[in-house]
Nanobody, 127 residues
């Protein structure tokens, strides 16, 4: 059973930075794609960033490209999301997610394609 536990959310001002962490447990994640998603009140859950564990290839939503960086620490089984130059529109609950992806080079961004989810961490950016 895969378990994902996020942390690092908080209340910050526009322009500030935050780093989210997601500790993964339950199995090895070498053949998994790990992703960050977010959901603002009244909106659908949306893709933010993803990384293929096997080769660290990354993929970002256009709205965060150049500001957010996804990374992982193999030894700690931890996924990170470094968020810089935060904007009020980044306010949302951020979720860590995982899906088995094998050796495919395709990065899936649809939330429904991810099998495992964390409980979420709130990020609030004030203007």
């Amino acid at each position: 059973q895969v378990q994902l536990v996020e942390s690092g959310g908080g209340l910050v001002q526009a322009g500030d930075s935050l780093r989210l962490s997601c500790v993964a447990s339950g199995r090895t994640f070498r053949m998994y794609t790990m992703g960050w998603f977010r959901q603002a009140p009244g909106k659908e859950r949306e893709f933010v960033a993803a990384i293929k564990w096997i080769n660290s290839n990354t993929y970002y939503a256009d709205s965060v490209k150049g500001r957010f960086t996804i990374s992982r620490d193999d030894a700690k089984k931890t996924l990170y999301l470094q968020m810089n130059s935060l904007k009020p529109e980044d306010t949302a609950v951020y979720y860590c997610a995982a899906r088995w992806s094998g050796t495919t080079t395709v990065v899936v961004t649809a939330p429904a394609e991810y099998n495992y989810w964390g409980q979420g961490t709130q990020v609030t950016v004030s203007s």
